[in-house]
Structure formats: structure tokens, C-alpha cells
């Protein structure tokens, strides 16, 4: 029974920083490829940030957030964390964590096993 509960969301000024987190239950993060998606009004949701434990492809960003945001893991407490910094109103979204056992393209609709979505505004 894989789980992931995301956190950390809230309202910040441009300009602001967040620090989101993933924690995963029923299984050990380090087997999992892990991505951070979100999904803004009107718009498709998005892959922002994928982590593979393979050799291949370990770590992306979109080009919309490279420099930004920082994908990282915390073995010890089974979690990973999305550190956004420099944050737009254009970053206004539900953002997602999904898992999967294969290292999959950093693409939403494929990824088998997601959280509930956290809200994160970025408004004055």
C-alpha cells in the first residue's frame, strides 16, 4: 500500500521561497523514481522535477524552473523534498508527487502512484 502525502504549500510573495515535501509509506523511496508535477488553472498538469535511482537520467528540471527549484531526498526519513526559490505568480499550482517503479520520462501521465496535491500561491 504505497502512499504519498505532500506538504508545505501555502501563499508567498514573488520572490518568496517554499520548501515542499513527499513522504512515502509502504515502501522505501530509494526503489522509486520519484516526480514533482503540478498542475495550474486552465492549464495541463506539468512535470517540473523527476529523481531516478538509476544510473540514467538521475535528475531533471524543466526549463521553466531550472535554477530555481532543487529536487533532493532525505534517505533516513523516506522523503523527498521540492526547495523553490525565486517563486512567480506563474508558479501558482496544485503540485503533485507521484512514484513509480520504473524510470519513467518526467511526463504526468503514466506515473502510477500519487499524493494528494498541495497548493502553492505566489501572489502580493
Known amino acids: 500500500q504505497v502512499q504519498l502525502v505532500e506538504s508545505g504549500g501555502g501563499l508567498v510573495q514573488p520572490g518568496g521561497s517554499l520548501r515542499l515535501s513527499c513522504a512515502m509509506s509502504?515502501?522505501?523511496?530509494?526503489?522509486?523514481?520519484i516526480g514533482w508535477f503540478r498542475q495550474a488553472p486552465g492549464k495541463e498538469r506539468e512535470g517540473m522535477s523527476c529523481?531516478?535511482?538509476?544510473?540514467?537520467?538521475?535528475?531533471y528540471y524543466a526549463d521553466s524552473v531550472e535554477g530555481r527549484f532543487t529536487i533532493t531526498r532525505d534517505r533516513a526519513k523516506n522523503t523527498v523534498y521540492l526547495e523553490m526559490n525565486g517563486l512567480k505568480s506563474e508558479d501558482t499550482a496544485v503540485y503533485y508527487c507521484?512514484?513509480?517503479?520504473?524510470?519513467?520520462?518526467?511526463?504526468?501521465?503514466?506515473?502510477?502512484?500519487w499524493g494528494q496535491g498541495t497548493q502553492v500561491t505566489v501572489s502580493s
Open positions: 529523481f531516478w535511482n538509476s544510473g540514467r537520467n538521475r535528475i
Open positions: 507521484a512514484a513509480d517503479l520504473m524510470d519513467l520520462p518526467c511526463a504526468p501521465k503514466t506515473w502510477k502512484y
Open positions: 509502504g515502501a522505501t523511496l530509494d526503489y522509486y523514481a
